[in-house]
């Protein structure tokens, strides 16, 4: 009996195991399938590709004044990135009350939501919740559409997971944060916080940080701009959640819940597009200057401190914003312009404008780019090198017609004077002594001294034209101010320049001003120029660049036009400073044809724009007069060589009145004499005539007597 059931107990065994074997084969075969599918899963986990995030998010970069001020905040991109410790902890704790409790607890997916937004949209039939993680967000943001798919899910799923792998929770959080859009154009934390609230991430209140935190879920409904109620609502939403994990206090809650929400003051200063012509060549000084790329000066989050002079950059745009300023344009094409403004002593820009009209990004700027003939401006340089050669302001130069192997300039009024001394010449720009003073001198002397004061010259500038700075090419207005720099600088030309240093976005110099300077000439001979080209303002050509109370010195320049037959000019310049600032101003045509051109000369445009931007910036220049000590004896000798050519003058004068005198003399004895043929003859015509008149009488009464 006990066989009997021993054996029953082994065949029902034997049956047992032989109907467990398909499911033990079907349990082997799942295990087998679970494992190639974690494999195959954590390849593709470890295949996905998530370098993306090691890119630097994109910073602006800061432009400063000379005092330290913030004038421009310039960037390439929609996202201004910041360090997470940088954004405030309520900010964090806020998103993360709102957007994933769990966050610092799963490893980038939260299975539990996953399966809760399966089930909705399993009643749903369609894709209707995501139950997302930050991670995923992140992921979905950076790397995928925001289509509403299951294949894009869970790609999304993969990519959370390799961010997870590769990045601390820190290091997502501060790359979340810096991608995710708010609403209102404002794509990360600080472009929110100021579009929101006019401040700076880090400043940003418990309100405000829980705010900003509860737009994530739908930015363009819940904005404030849009629904203060819906915005306020969602808010107190999250301070709910805040405190429900502990993060703030009643107290804490009760105090945020009981604020206002105050946007930002649309009238606040908006530093971007804020001096453009200036920014542009800051940015064009970076990247030449310093060897940085433009996307770094763009997206670097650097901080760049400056030469420009907020007042005197100020009175600039305002002039040029100003048509009373400029000559009336065609209809079809503005009268262009371009100024610069620099500090002679250390060659730092002050104040610069390269254009008139709209303006757009990347546009040519005149102040800088510009080529074109200096015209009269560049006479200067030649008088240098005349003095340099021992020629002296009082020296007396040729001012009558000359032929030198077929150049024979003219005068601009078409008269000549003989002799006028240097100073005259300058003052009055003629332009017959410096063509005769560059030929005595000779022509590579000169040529060698406005290379020296670094003006580009080229082969075909050899030549006599260049006293009269009619140049194959040309060149710009921040050229001339740099040139003339050393005149108010008793002969020492500072380099221009924009930047003063450069910081990294953590406060590193890389880059910074070395002072470059070059002693272009004697200090005596600049004091003279400075002297000749005082008086060109005084009593010269550039009277209308004057300024109350103030010594200026200054240079007019006008260009011939390139065809013939019309009465007008191409260019018109005015290059002129006082001891602390020195500028430079050229207007014309972008084309110049027979329809465009300028009517009058440059004395009636281009001082006028120096004249009112030194007016409007008169606080930032102290010094009133010029200071020239070491030419006290050439002005003495100036005035003697003045006083022997009144002298003179008053001789010919007298000699001239002398001549008049003798020859009206000689012409009251002739009409006098005339008179006294006239009467005699007249005399005679009468006595004729009586005794015609007799005669005709005789003849009358013989006829009576006959009859």
Request: glycine share 8%; hydrophobic share 35%; charged share 30%.
């Amino acid at each position: 009996m006990e066989h009997r059931q021993q054996q029953k107990q082994l065949n029902r065994g034997k049956k047992w195991f032989a109907l467990k074997k398909p499911i033990r084969i079907l349990l082997f075969g799942m295990l087998v399938v679970a494992i190639c599918g974690f494999v195959i899963v954590n390849q593709l986990i470890s295949s996905s590709d998530v370098s993306k995030l090691e890119e630097p998010e994109p910073r602006p970069t800061f432009i400063y004044d000379q005092n330290g001020e913030i004038v421009s905040k310039i960037s390439n991109s929609n996202i201004e990135g910041v360090r997470l410790d940088q954004i405030p902890k309520e900010l964090i704790e806020a998103v993360i009350s709102v957007e994933d409790q769990q966050f610092y607890k799963h490893n980038g997916i939260n299975y539990f939501g996953i399966a809760r937004a399966f089930a909705q949209n399993t009643l749903k039939g369609e894709v209707v919740a995501g139950g997302s993680t930050i991670t995923q967000q992140l992921s979905k943001n950076v790397f995928l559409t925001q289509e509403r798919t299951y294949s894009r899910k869970f790609k999304e799923l993969l990519i959370a997971k390799k961010i997870e792998r590769t990045y601390s929770k820190d290091d997502i959080m501060e790359r979340y944060l810096n991608q995710i859009y708010f609403g209102e154009g404002a794509w990360g934390v600080q472009r929110a916080a100021e579009i929101y609230f006019g401040k700076d991430v880090s400043e940003l209140t418990l309100s405000e940080s829980a705010t900003l935190a509860g737009l994530i879920k739908a930015p363009s409904h819940l904005s404030p701009y849009k629904s203060m109620e819906k915005s306020v609502e969602r808010r107190n939403i999250v301070l709910s959640l805040m405190k429900s994990e502990e993060y703030i206090s009643q107290a804490e809650f009760d105090e945020a819940i009981g604020q206002e929400i105050v946007l930002a003051d649309p009238t606040m200063p908006n530093y971007k597009g804020k001096y453009p012509y200036y920014i542009d060549y800051i940015i064009e000084e970076a990247v030449n200057k310093y060897e940085l790329t433009k996307n770094e000066v763009l997206s670097g989050g650097l901080h760049i401190y400056t030469e420009l002079n907020p007042v005197i950059q100020d009175a600039l745009e305002e002039v040029y914003e100003d048509d009373r300023y400029f000559p009336e344009s065609k209809p079809d094409q503005l009268i262009q312009s371009g100024s610069v403004f620099l500090n002679p002593k250390t060659g730092g820009i002050s104040a610069l404008v390269g254009g008139r009209g709209e303006y757009t990004y990347g546009r040519f700027n005149n102040a800088t780019e510009l080529v074109r003939q200096p015209g009269s401006t560049l006479k200067p340089l030649v008088y240098t090198a005349a003095l340099e050669q021992g020629y002296q302001i009082s020296d007396l130069l040729v001012d009558e017609p000359i032929n030198i192997n077929g150049y024979a300039p003219k005068n601009f009024d078409h008269k000549f004077r003989g002799q006028v001394t240097m100073y005259d010449a300058v003052t009055q720009s003629y332009n017959i002594p410096p063509v005769w003073l560059l030929n005595n001198i000779g022509i590579e002397t000169g040529v060698r001294t406005v290379e020296r004061f670094g003006i580009p010259l080229e082969e075909q500038d050899h030549n006599l034209g260049l006293a009269l700075g009619g140049l194959h090419k040309g060149t710009s207005p921040l050229r001339m101010a740099q040139a003339f720099s050393a005149f108010a600088n008793d002969g020492v030309m500072m380099e221009a320049h924009a930047i003063v240093e450069i910081k990294d976005s953590e406060g590193e110099v890389i880059g910074k001003w070395r002072e470059q300077s070059v002693e272009v000439t004697e200090a005596e001979v600049a004091q003279q120029m400075t002297y000749m080209l005082k008086g060109a303002v005084e009593e010269g050509t550039a009277q209308k660049a004057q300024i109350s109370g103030m010594e200026v010195a200054g240079k007019t320049g006008t260009t011939q036009l390139p065809f013939t037959g019309v009465d007008g000019s191409k260019d018109h310049w005015f290059v002129g400073y006082t001891p602390d600032i020195v500028g430079a101003a050229w207007l014309g045509y972008d084309k110049t044809d027979s329809e465009h051109y300028l009517t009058s000369t440059s004395s009636f445009t281009a001082p006028p724009i120096f004249g009112q931007v030194l007016s409007r910036s008169i606080s930032e220049l102290p010094t009133k007069k010029f200071d020239l000590p070491l030419i006290a004896k050439k002005k003495k000798e100036l005035e003697e060589q003045i006083d022997r050519l009144r002298e003179k003058e008053q001789k010919q004068e007298n000699e001239k009145r002398k001549l008049e005198k003798k020859k009206e003399k000689e012409r009251k004895k002739r009409e006098k004499k005339d008179e006294k043929e006239r009467e005699k003859r007249e005399k005679k015509i009468e006595k004729d005539k009586k005794k015609r008149e007799k005669e005709k009488e005789k003849k009358h009464k013989w006829k009576e007597h006959d009859d």
